[in-house]
């Protein structure tokens, strides 16, 4: 059975504009996605279809059955995660580890779990020795992180996560990185909105373009950057290692390498 | 080099903000009339600092301890106002909409707003408004709201109110960061062209494979500190010692870092943008043609 089954999602956010055109799309335990595509285009809405956040104008959106209009949000957010772009918008405790026991203390967990999920989702994004830091003296690569451990620690089945790259420098997008590989090794399931496509390259095995509130790609991460025309027309460039390859396809070369390693070893057996 | 060439000196500079721990320590460099000018590094290396310290903001607005000397079109950064430094150096900052005033309800009036600040007659502020918002492309938007144009208008539309100022120097501190591919491609050409035209410009960056296409010269900061400095291909090229500061170089150039011995190529070989590289490989593998 599906995870999240988005059915012929048409949304408004009133006055009449349409910021989804009929969406459909289904995603199954285990995945991680990469939902890409300009600002403007829809791909907030759509996310944010997925934890209830945002309900239908028309169509239905199923979290395993459960159509999300019947559901309140906050019982979503048990199964669906979602971390904000803006760390400010989600961040309300003085404390980090207040910040990230709060979920576990809401969902009226027993003190030792409450204090197991915060000590295990600290430890995991390497912000142990800050816990008694105010999130906003930390910088904004570990307040990201942050408000990453405030959902782990719910322990969700599906991490929706709104620009974790963006504002982010080199380290910041690698441990990030790591952490959603890790997240996805345990079994979760990761859906990332992003616009940095060596990151996508990383980590998402699917991605989903988002287009004028419609999707116009929907594939195997590998197969949507062999797509020149339609990432053209979304004004996307692949991994600049993919668009090497590509040129040197027609030496020999795979055109859908993406990262370093891959390439540097196409190219090695051929010198 | 002639000493009228170099529009931005930095001697020695060291700050700290108040109560804290050095963010610069002994920084020194030189940046010439018309140049790119990139600075790089891990974020909390001090860069925005050092854009900062460029227009007087630090140490004059920040306060803190402040040692050495920055020259900015031969005005000591100590010795003038913020407003008189801001007539020769404009400073664009990552998020365009903490430039904007919050008081102008059109994008004109928001060029309009910092040189009012400044005494501008009328006739000379429209001649301006014009200028500087067609040098940035948004010529037909005046009448918008500021806070309706996207994120790429915007940030040109923070570039605009800079440039109608007509500074003989633009910092910007990673001005991209925040803005979508479209956004930043916006922004990046826009850069491109003002530098094209004879600015000079300064930029905080972590798009190193857009800088490795356009930067004549770049700094890498980690930890308050130059790392080093040099032409962009002989900063770029230093793999090993980026990756330490957590920079990952192009990745192109990381390639052929991986392929060097192989390949032998010596890392002034290496290429550090997609061009370079595709004419390189095309070349290696030229016998090999399908």
């Known amino acids: ?271 | 080099m002639p000493s009228d060439d170099v529009t931005v000196e930095v001697d020695g500079l060291t700050y700290s903000y108040p109560g804290h721990v050095p963010v610069l320590q002994d920084i020194k460099f030189r940046v010439l009339k018309g140049e790119m000018f990139g600075i790089i590094g891990p974020n909390g290396a001090g860069k925005s600092t050092l854009c900062k310290a460029l227009n007087g903001l630090v140490p004059q607005f920040y306060g803190g301890t402040y040692g050495g000397t920055v020259t900015v079109a031969g005005m000591n950064t100590m010795k003038h106002t913020v407003a008189d430094l801001s007539l020769k150096v404009g400073l664009v900052f990552q998020e365009p909409t903490n430039q904007f005033s919050g008081v102008s309800t059109r994008v004109d009036e928001e060029v309009a707003f910092g040189m009012s600040m400044m005494g501008f007659q009328r006739e000379e502020m429209l001649r301006r408004i014009s200028d500087a918002l067609k040098e940035v492309g948004l010529e037909g938007l005046e009448e918008r709201s500021p806070f309706e144009l996207s994120g790429g208008q915007q940030q040109r539309l923070a570039i605009a109110t800079v440039l109608a100022v007509r500074p003989e120097v633009i910092v910007m501190d990673e001005p991209t960061a925040q803005l979508d591919p479209v956004g930043k491609t916006e922004v990046l050409e826009t850069m491109r062209a003002l530098n094209r035209e004879g600015y000079t410009i300064i930029v905080a960056e972590h798009e190193i494979e857009e800088l490795a296409t356009f930067a004549d010269r770049i700094i890498a900061l980690n930890e308050g500190r130059i790392l080093f400095e040099g032409p962009t291909r002989a900063v770029l090229t230093r793999i090993e010692e980026l990756k330490k500061i957590g920079v990952d170089p192009p990745s192109v150039t990381e390639l052929s870092h991986v392929l060097a011995q192989r390949a032998d190529l010596k890392p002034e070989a290496y290429p550090i943008t997609l061009d370079e590289a595709i004419a390189l490989y095309r070349d290696l593998l030229g016998g090999h043609a399908t």
């Open chain 1, 1 to 271: 059975m599906s995870l999240i089954d988005v059915r012929d999602v048409w949304y408004s956010y009133g006055g009449g504009v349409m910021a989804l055109n009929g969406v459909s799309l289904e995603i199954t335990p285990g995945e991680t996605i990469a939902l890409i595509g300009q600002n403007g285009g829809g791909k907030t809405t759509l996310a944010k279809q997925f934890n209830g956040l945002l309900k239908p104008t028309r169509g239905q959106v199923l979290v395993k059955g459960v159509d999300t209009r019947n559901v309140p949000p906050n019982r979503l957010a048990l199964t669906v995660g979602y971390v904000f772009q803006n760390p400010s918008h989600q961040i309300f405790s003085s404390k980090v580890w207040e910040e990230v026991a709060f979920g576990p203390k809401n969902a009226g967990l027993r003190p030792d779990q409450i204090e197991e999920r915060t000590r295990w989702a600290i430890d995991a994004v390497r912000l142990s020795g800050f816990e008694l830091t105010h999130p906003y003296d930390l910088d904004y690569g570990k307040m990201k992180l942050l408000t990453i451990a405030s959902i782990m620690s719910m322990k969700p089945e599906v991490y929706c996560l709104d620009e974790p790259t963006t504002g982010q420098d080199h380290q910041g997008r690698r441990r990030v990185a790591e952490l959603i590989r890790s997240l996805n090794k345990n079994g979760a399931t990761v859906i990332a909105i992003t616009h940095d496509m060596k990151f996508v390259a990383e980590v998402a095995k699917r991605i989903v373009l988002v287009a004028g509130g419609k999707i116009i790609a929907d594939g195997q991460t590998r197969d949507i950057f062999e797509k020149t025309e339609i990432l053209a027309e979304a004004q996307i460039r692949p991994p600049q290692i993919t668009q090497l390859a590509r040129a040197l396809a027609d030496h020999g070369v795979a055109p859908n390498l993406m990262t370093v390693k891959e390439l540097a070893d196409s190219i090695a057996g051929m010198i």
